[in-house]
């Protein structure tokens, strides 16, 4: 069966479920696991069901995984462009059995689809299989060996030719240093002309590349070094689409192995190279041309570089803002920052034109959103965001540019580390980019200096985020029976933790207490242990909840009965602002159009906070409207059906959120004519929640908006402080308070009136210091005449020295002025210069050279202060002689 880089998504996922899979959506990129800084791999959002944290609704899954490496342990970022193999954004294919089939359905079936479906030449795979090094973990995978064996032979193919044994590094994956690993096979592909190049499997070359690795997740690796049996096995494959529609081009459907093969030649790219042509200035086509160094790049070179870079960068931009992670200063949201201004300055060499990343992005969505239909509503914000970041990078990269070229000419041969490091961390520019324009000029470049400091921002960037972790056993699962208020709940302790802090963390078989996840916070409450009570304050997680207690609890305690009691009052005051949110986003979506989409949350008893795409601010009228629309949702008295339904049987209108992994199974809460997943705990209907009150919107990244809100008896509590506020204004300005308005724009116009005055007599009195300062104009040694006073300022006037040094020298004519406040405080003044060669900033600078003060300003007009008003004396005494002042 013929296909291209357009169908493999859809064949893969068609095959396999004709293999009893379900197919699900691919999980957000941003993970749900706070120490990632993307979705990276396609076993991410599955990690739960590996830990026995949560049960799979189906024991065979198969997926297509958007995926970004970029960043962090995983990052691709100064790789991409400089070969045709890399990727920032890439897709993997996937399909998975929990405790369902294992080694033999999975080789079976990878060999059926490449060979018998997609029309692979047979005889051009290899397979690898785990073999142990001395010291290495677990044993040879026989049974894997034996399959393969059994199946080359079977295809008239000689398995000592085909199959090669490897240690762990290659062929062993282990999620840690504890927990759940196995060994694994994988499939390669010689694609050298003749089709001998068996020899190259995993020696680096891309003639001989893998397609697919299959792990097979059997054992539970233990603190003692030991590796038991799991009490399931797992399957985890992984296909790169990329790759394999890359080679799928190349080879012109597996018929012509002349040419090396590139990603980068499939039909998920070229679009997007025949888009950068048009928007160029007369650049060549893209030609596939691949350097040979870093260094050592030609002209074609560098623009076949550049067309990768920008074509990966922003299907990366385009992929993770549609999943609403926006540019920004910190974290996953910098990385991304860094990706698009790699991409400009890259595109820079192909001389694009006009708003380039906004059409290319417009352009990604197109050919991506068959598969992600979700991204088109997107297109908004995304055009936005990348034209706004655009924008603002290309009005600072031309000082970035600059700063390079002074180094160049500064630092003879070798650009230093640091200006390496302060290019790439205050203006994004990619150090490999700094390579090449030194290259061209025939000098080098520190990188072992820039990496040093790199590797300095790195530490302490684990250092500032670092976290509490708990390592759960698999197959630990904590009963969470508290969606509603429950009496107190027996239940049994199960293990005991140190807390960072101080104080224990607590798992038990079942909780009513809800931990803190999707935005919402943990529960308090109290945990009674024989007799003993402790205070919870806090509970985090989802499928095991960890409790936090400030006191430690002894871990002889452990199997202990305990009754756990939550306080409800505070967990009602949590729900009515979970549930606030839900009709505030509604609300948003109503009001400002269907392109919002939450971009993050948090909900606390006291209040909620809801971040939402959105390219500009909200202006007061149409916050008005959201907080109208969103109270008639209140009044209404919408009951909220919460019901658990399969991830695909979910209503059609339904809202899922990128900070969310769903598995098959899923959580519906409907409110009125919307619907979201959510896990969360909310009220029974919209009245209970009484009013919400917007407090504030703000900006918090380019495309992303803020909201503060307060619902239910923190809104009745704010209404009852306003109303108070303006009772007492009313009666201070003697008027009632629906009065208050007018008063107020009384009030203020009578203070810009008298504002007005006040400045008016400053002025008058100052032209009065001018005149009287007049007669005391002597003549200096070069016979210019010159005015220098110190004069007695008061707050109002300091900011007017300045003007009246300039107002004394025009009065003056050619001559010098300077004037000094009073030598106590910080003792300012002001320096002015009307004749020829007579400069006031040269002047300035001479006299303070001996760090007497600071200061600076024009040749005409210049200003400073002081460094220590107590040597006056002697500073004046050093500007007379360099002015030639007339001693006394």
């Known amino acids: 069966?013929?296909?291209?880089?357009?169908?493999?998504?859809?064949?893969?996922l068609e095959f396999f479920c004709q293999k009893g899979h379900v197919a699900v959506p691919s999980a957000s990129l941003l993970p749900?696991?706070?120490n990632l800084l993307f979705t990276n791999a396609g076993m991410n959002a599955f990690v739960p069901y590996f830990l026995g944290q949560q049960e799979s609704p189906n024991p065979r899954v198969v997926d297509v995984q958007k995926c970004i490496r970029a960043g962090g342990k995983h990052n691709d970022l100064e790789d991409v462009g400089f070969d045709t193999h890399h990727h920032t954004f890439f897709e993997m294919l996937g399909n998975w059995s929990f405790g369902d089939f294992f080694k033999r359905e999975a080789i079976h079936w990878a060999w059926e689809l490449l060979v018998h479906r997609w029309g692979v030449p047979k005889n051009r795979l290899h397979a690898t299989v785990y073999s142990p090094g001395k010291g290495e973990p677990a044993e040879q995978d026989g049974e894997t060996l034996k399959i393969w064996q059994k199946l080359l032979q079977k295809e008239g193919l000689d398995p000592e030719q085909h199959i090669s044994l490897w240690g762990a590094r290659e062929n062993f994956w282990a999620m840690g240093d504890v927990g759940p690993c196995g060994p694994c096979t994988e499939i390669h592909m010689d694609l050298t002309p003749a089709g001998n190049g068996g020899a190259l499997v995993n020696r680096g070359s891309p003639r001989c590349m893998e397609l697919w690795n299959l792990v097979f997740i059997q054992y539970d690796a233990r603190e003692d070094g030991t590796y038991v049996r799991l009490g399931r096995d797992f399957v985890d494959t992984g296909m790169g689409l990329e790759r394999m529609a890359g080679i799928l081009a190349t080879t012109e459907q597996f018929q012509n192995f002349s040419k090396q093969p590139s990603n980068y030649d499939g039909e998920l790219f070229t679009p997007l190279f025949s888009a950068m042509r048009e928007m160029g200035d007369g650049i060549p086509a893209y030609g596939g041309t691949i350097p040979a160094g870093?260094?050592?790049?030609?002209?074609?070179?560098?623009?076949?570089?550049?067309?990768?870079?920008?074509a990966d960068h922003v299907r990366a931009l385009t992929m993770a803002i549609g999943d609403g992670i926006l540019p920004g200063n910190e974290g996953r949201n910098y990385v991304l920052r860094r990706i698009l201004r790699r991409a400009v300055l890259f595109a820079r060499r192909l001389h694009l034109q006009g708003n380039y990343l906004a059409e290319l992005g417009g352009r990604c969505i197109q050919l991506l959103s068959p598969a992600y239909p979700d991204l088109v509503r997107s297109v908004p914000v995304l055009k936005s965001v990348l034209s706004q970041e655009q924008e603002t990078f290309e009005k600072t990269i031309g000082r970035g540019l600059q700063m390079?070229?002074?180094?160049?000419?500064?630092?003879?041969?070798?650009?230093?580390?640091a200006v390496l490091f302060e290019l790439y961390d205050t203006y994004g520019f990619p150090v490999d980019l700094a390579r090449l324009i030194a290259a061209e000029r025939a000098k080098t470049i520190d990188l072992e200096g820039f990496e040093k400091l790199m590797e300095g921002q790195r530490l302490r960037a684990r250092a500032a985020r670092k976290v509490q972790t708990v390592q759960t056993s698999a197959g630990e699962h904590t009963e969470f029976v508290g969606q509603k208020p429950v009496p107190a709940v027996a239940t049994t302790l199960l293990r005991v933790l140190p807390r960072d802090g101080g104080g224990s963390l607590l798992v038990f078989a079942k909780t009513p207490f809800y931990g803190e996840r999707g935005g919402q916070v943990g529960d308090r409450g109290t945990a009674t242990i024989l007799g003993q009570d402790h205070a919870i304050v806090d509970a985090i997680g989802g499928g095991t909840i960890v409790h936090a207690v400030d006191a430690a609890v002894d871990e002889h305690l452990v199997g202990a009965p305990a009754l756990l009691q939550v306080d409800w009052e505070r967990r009602q005051r949590i729900s009515t602002h979970h549930s606030a949110t839900h009709i505030l986003q509604a609300a948003l979506r109503e009001i400002l159009g269907p392109h919002v989409a939450q971009a993050g949350s948090l909900v606390t008893d006291a209040g909620l906070r809801f971040d939402f795409s959105h390219p500009r601010a909200v202006d007061d009228c149409q916050l008005d409207a959201v907080e109208a629309w969103a109270n008639r949702m209140v009044r209404e008295n919408h009951a909220l059906r919460c019901y658990e339904t399969a991830y695909d049987q979910r209503p059609t209108h339904c809202l899922a959120h990128f900070s969310e992994s769903y598995g098959a199974l899923v959580r519906v809460v409907e409110i009125g004519d919307t619907a979201e997943l959510c896990g969360g705990t909310h009220v029974r209907a919209t009245g209970e929640i009484g009013m919400i009150k917007i407090l504030s919107e703000i900006g918090i990244a380019a495309g992303v908006r803020r909201i503060e809100a307060v619902a239910g008896e923190a809104a009745l509590k704010i209404f009852c402080q306003l109303y108070g506020n303006a009772r007492s204004m009313a009666n201070g300005l003697h008027r009632g308070w629906e009065e208050l308005p007018s008063a107020l724009e009384e009030l203020q116009n009578k203070l810009r009136f008298l504002e007005k005055m006040r400045q008016q007599w400053v002025h008058e009195r100052m032209h009065g210091r001018i005149a009287a300062l007049l007669p005391t104009a002597r003549r200096m040694a070069n016979g210019l005449l010159g005015i220098l006073a110190v004069i007695d300022l008061e707050e109002e006037e300091r900011t007017l020295l300045r003007q009246a040094a300039s107002q004394l020298l025009a009065r003056l004519g050619d001559g010098l002025v300077l004037l000094v406040d009073r030598p106590s405080g910080s003792c300012a003044l002001a320096v002015g210069a009307g004749a020829a060669g007579l400069s006031a900033r040269n002047l300035l600078k001479k006299w303070f050279a001996n760090g007497l003060g600071r200061g600076g300003g024009s040749d005409s007009l210049a200003s400073g202060v002081l460094a220590d008003p107590a040597n006056y004396s002697s500073a004046q005494q050093r500007f007379s002689e360099l002015v030639g002042w007339p001693q006394d």
């Open 404 to 417: 390079l070229e002074d180094a160049m000419e500064r630092h003879g041969d070798s650009i230093p580390g």
């Open 294 to 310: 870093r260094t050592t790049l030609g002209e074609k070179e560098m623009i076949d570089c550049a067309y990768r870079v920008v």
């Open 32 to 34: 749900a696991s706070p």
């Open 1 to 12: 069966m013929a296909v291209t880089g357009e169908t493999l998504r859809q064949d893969f």
